[in-house]
C-alpha cells in the first residue's frame, strides 16, 4: 500500500530574497535510502554563499528586531498552520529524504507546529525584572531580555523538521534572524520550510538556508556576526565547533548524542515495558540521541522480558519507507549501514554480548537500499563497547542488574548524559532513583520525550543548553542590567 505521492521540492539556497539553484561547493548527488538510487542533484554552500546569507541576516535584524512582538508572534502561528495543512507533503518529503517510514513522520508536523507556536506565544512575554527597589544608593535596578542578533542554526539529518521546530520558533519569537544550515543528505524539507515562510509574509533575509558540508559550517561557525549557534549533531563535530570558538568565545548551545538507559523492574507493567522498550528505540530506525538503546532488566525477569521484546521487534515491519504499513524503514546511507553492519560484526567477534535477533541485513527488501536488520544483543557486558558507544542505528542492548544500586552504577557508566527510561510501579522508589540518574531527562513508564513546553537537553558529551519550554526560549536571549541613579554619589 503505498502513500500518496508529491513533486520533490527543488533543492537550492535561500539568501535574503533569492532562491538559488547553485552553490559555491559543488553538487551532493542524493539518494533515496530505500533503493540507493540518486533522486536529486542538491548545491552545496561554500564559504562566500555563508557570507552573503549571514550579510542577510545582518540587514534584515533591525527591522525584525523592531517588529511588535505580537506581529513576530502571528507570522510563527501562520507558518505553524501552513506546516500542518501541507503535513502529508512533508511526511512524504521525510521519507524521500532519510528514508524514514511516511506513517511514522506523518505527525511530525504536528510537532513541528506545536513548539513554534508554544515559542511565538512568547515573543510578547519576553520580560526584565526589577532587581531591588529598596537599597541605601536610591537605585532602580532593572533587567532588559533582548535577542542575541544573527543565529546559527545547524542541525541533523535524521529528523530535520523536528530539529527545526525546536530551534527556530524560540529564535525568531525573540527578535533574532537566522541562518540555518540542514546538511546536504536532508536538503528538501528545509527548503519546502521557507517557501512557507514566505508565504506566511515572513520579511526577506530573517531567515536564510545554506545547504552544506564541513566548509559551510565553519564558515556560519567562525563568522564574526553571527552572534550564537545552536547545534544538532555528534559529538566530534560538537568538540570542533567549541575548538573554533573558543578565541571569541561565542556562546553555544550543544544537543549531542546519547546512549540511553532503559531501567526496567520487576514491577514494571510488563505490556507498557515491553512495547515502549521495542518500539522506541526503533523509530527513525534506531537514529535518534534519545532512544533508550540500553535496557537494563531486573535479573528475576529478565529471561521471559528478552523473549517477550525479542517477539515484539520480530512483529515490527520492515520495508519501503514510502508504503504506509512500514514500521521500520533503512538507515540514512551506504556508509551508515556498512558501519552498523561492521559494530554488529565487531560486538560479535568481541564477546560483547549474544545476538537473540538480527545480526545482518532484513530479508524481503529491496537490495539496494540501505537497510539493517533490528538487532537485539543479550547479556551484553555493562562496559564493553557495544554497551558504552553510540550505535545510531536499530541495535539494542539488553543488560542485567541485581538491585538498584547496580542499575544506578550502569545506567551511570557512559560518558553520556542525555535521557533515562524507568518503568516500575513503585513511585516512591522510583522518585528517588531520579536524583541519582545522571541525565537532563528522565522518562517514566513510557512518557513522552521532547515536548515542547518541557527543557530537553543533556550533561556531559551529550551537551548542554536546553531547548522547549521557559528555559528554551531563554537561550535566545540575553540578559542586558539597566541601572537608574539620582547622581548622588557624584555631587560635591
Not at 541605601?136 to 531580555?145: I, P, R, W
Not at 537537553?457 to 543548553?465: C, D
Request: net charge negative; glycine share 12%.
Amino acid at each position: 500500500m503505498n502513500a500518496p505521492s508529491f513533486i520533490l521540492p527543488k533543492a537550492g539556497l535561500v539568501i535574503g530574497d533569492q532562491y538559488l539553484g547553485e552553490g559555491g561547493a559543488g553538487v551532493h548527488q542524493h539518494r533515496f535510502a530505500g533503493t540507493g538510487e540518486v533522486q536529486a542533484e542538491v548545491p552545496v554552500a561554500g564559504a562566500a554563499d555563508v557570507e552573503r546569507a549571514v550579510a542577510a541576516a545582518k540587514a534584515a535584524l533591525p527591522g525584525w528586531r523592531s517588529t511588535k512582538p505580537s506581529v513576530r508572534r502571528d507570522l510563527l502561528f501562520r507558518l505553524s498552520d501552513l506546516v500542518e495543512q501541507h503535513a502529508d507533503e512533508f511526511a512524504w518529503i521525510g521519507a524521500r529524504e532519510n528514508g524514514s517510514p511516511i506513517t511514522g513522520v506523518r505527525a511530525i508536523p504536528s510537532k513541528f507546529s506545536a513548539w513554534t507556536k508554544y515559542a511565538g506565544g512568547y515573543a510578547d512575554k519576553l520580560e526584565g525584572r526589577v532587581v531591588s527597589s529598596f537599597q541605601d544608593d536610591n537605585v532602580l535596578d532593572y533587567t532588559l531580555a533582548e535577542p542575541y542578533g544573527v543565529i546559527g542554526l545547524i542541525i541533523t539529518w535524521n529528523g530535520p523538521l523536528m530539529g527545526l521546530g525546536m530551534k527556530l520558533g524560540a529564535a525568531l519569537a525573540a527578535g533574532n534572524t537566522i541562518v540555518m544550515k540542514p546538511p546536504e543528505l536532508t536538503p528538501f524539507t528545509s527548503y519546502r520550510l521557507l517557501q512557507l515562510a514566505e508565504q506566511a509574509g515572513f520579511p526577506p533575509g530573517v531567515l536564510n538556508l545554506v545547504t552544506g558540508g564541513v566548509e559551510a559550517g565553519e564558515a556560519l561557525v567562525r563568522h564574526p556576526d553571527v552572534q550564537k549557534i545552536s547545534f544538532t549533531g555528534g559529538v566530534a563535530t560538537g568538540q570542533r565547533i567549541a575548538a573554533m570558538i573558543a578565541q571569541s568565545l561565542k556562546p553555544a548551545l550543544y544537543e549531542l548524542g546519547g546512549k540511553s538507559a532503559n531501567l526496567i523492574f520487576a514491577d514494571a507493567d510488563m505490556e507498557v515495558a515491553v512495547r515502549h522498550s521495542a518500539r522506541q528505540p526503533l523509530f527513525l530506525a534506531g537514529q535518534g540521541c534519545i532512544l533508550p538503546t540500553r535496557i537494563l532488566v531486573e535479573e528475576s525477569i529478565a529471561r521471559d522480558f528478552t523473549e517477550r521484546l525479542v517477539a515484539e521487534i520480530a512483529s515490527i515491519r520492515v520495508g519501503d519507507p514510502l508504503d504506509a504499513q512500514t514500521e521500520l524503514g533503512p538507515v540514512i546511507n551506504a556508509s551508515s549501514q556498512e558501519r552498523l553492519l561492521g559494530v554488529i560484526d565487531a560486538a560479535r567477534a568481541r564477546g560483547d554480548g549474544k545476538v537473540v535477533l538480527g545480526g545482518g541485513k532484513p530479508e524481503g527488501v529491496n537490495p539496494n537500499g540501505y537497510y539493517v536488520a533490528p538487532t537485539v544483543f543479550a547479556d551484553v557486558d555493562p562496559a564493553s563497547a557495544l554497551a558504552q558507544q553510540e550505535c545510531f542505528g536499530p541495535v539494542l542492548s539488553v543488560i542485567t542488574f541485581k538491585d538498584v544500586d547496580e542499575a544506578v552504577a550502569i545506567a551511570n557508566s557512559t560518558e553520556f548524559g542525555l535521557g533515562a527510561y524507568i518503568h516500575s510501579t513503585n513511585l516512591p522508589r522510583t522518585l528517588q532513583l531520579v536524583h541519582r540518574l545522571d541525565a537532563g531527562s528522565v522518562q517514566i513508564n513510557g512518557a513522552p520525550t521532547a515536548r515542547e513546553n518541557a527543557p530537553f537537553g543533556g550533561r556531559g558529551m551529550s551537551g548542554h543548553g536546553r531547548e522547549g519550554g521557559y528555559d528554551g526560549m531563554m537561550e535566545f536571549v540575553r540578559i542586558k542590567n539597566v541601572a537608574i541613579g539620582d547622581g548622588a554619589m557624584w555631587r560635591r
